[in-house]
């Protein structure tokens, strides 16, 4: 049981690229979300999808666009890099409800925009 | 709007010794979960210990307890017999019943000296 599985862990951009930060998780799990967290903050959450073909953003959506085509994957897309998007990516999914309401982390993606 | 509220950015405590995280939230919800989420440096976000709204009883699991106080909206954690692998980012987070997104607070750095 691998959990939530985000690839890459480390991403170098430059100004102006775009990228793709993927997730796939194997828990049939309907809740997925993208968070960011900067050097010595808390987590804030970007955007996240209650089940396939569901989204809806969180609290700094800006720079970023997300699908959900399948329960497993949730991609985080960057278009245009800006240095502001420095930051480690978070993915988690989660059951929520009466009983559970638990999140699922993966290890995070750390990118670097120079 | 629902808040939680860390206000030790930052706390030290001696290998063997007991130390307490404190957390406060803001909500008018009643059916609601608290949760602590421990980040080591491998940035793996990792559930500590959850508590129900509805239960009176503080939770605890093994080393780690929670003082629960619904009146005065608390949620302190408590860490007994403190070990090195304990020393980590701590974080408080809250989620009300029909709610599909954890609120986090912006962490206590715990470093456990030998």
């Known amino acids: 049981n691998a959990g939530v599985t985000q690839t890459p862990k480390f991403r170098i951009l430059k100004i102006g690229q775009s990228m793709t930060l993927q997730c796939t998780q194997d828990m049939n799990h309907n809740y997925m979300y993208w968070y960011r967290q ?6 804030k959450l970007i955007y996240y999808s209650v089940g396939a073909g569901i989204t809806d953003k969180g609290e700094v959506p800006n720079g970023y666009n997300v699908s959900r085509s399948t329960t497993e994957d949730f991609p985080l897309r960057l278009e245009l890099a800006a240095p502001s998007q420095t930051s480690v ?4 999914s989660g059951v929520l409800g009466s009983g559970a309401n638990v999140l699922t982390f993966g290890a995070g993606s750390r990118l670097t925009v120079l | 709007a629902q808040t939680v509220t860390q206000s030790q950015p930052e706390m ?11 957390c406060t939230y803001d909500t008018s ?3 609601y979960y608290l949760f602590w989420y421990k980040q080591p440096p491998s940035r793996q976000m990792i559930l500590v210990i959850r508590q129900e709204a509805y239960k ?10 929670v003082n629960f106080q619904k009146a005065a909206k608390s949620f302190s954690l408590k860490i007994s017999d403190s070990q090195l692998g304990d020393t980590a980012m701590y974080f408080c987070a809250f989620i009300w019943g029909g709610s599909e997104k954890l609120v986090f607070g912006k962490g206590t750095k715990l470093t ?3």
Do not use: H, I, K, W
């Not at chain 1, 900067?38 to 987590?43: E, S, V």
């Open chain 2, 112 to 114: 456990v000296n030998p």
């Open chain 2, 29 to 31: 919800e009643s059916n």
């Open chain 2, 12 to 22: 030290s405590v001696q290998e063997a010794e007991t130390v307490t995280l404190s």
């Open chain 2, 56 to 65: 009176q009883q503080n939770a605890t699991e093994n080393r780690f307890s």
């Open chain 1, 89 to 92: 990516y978070f993915c988690a």
């Open chain 1, 38 to 43: 900067d050097p010595g903050m808390g987590l």
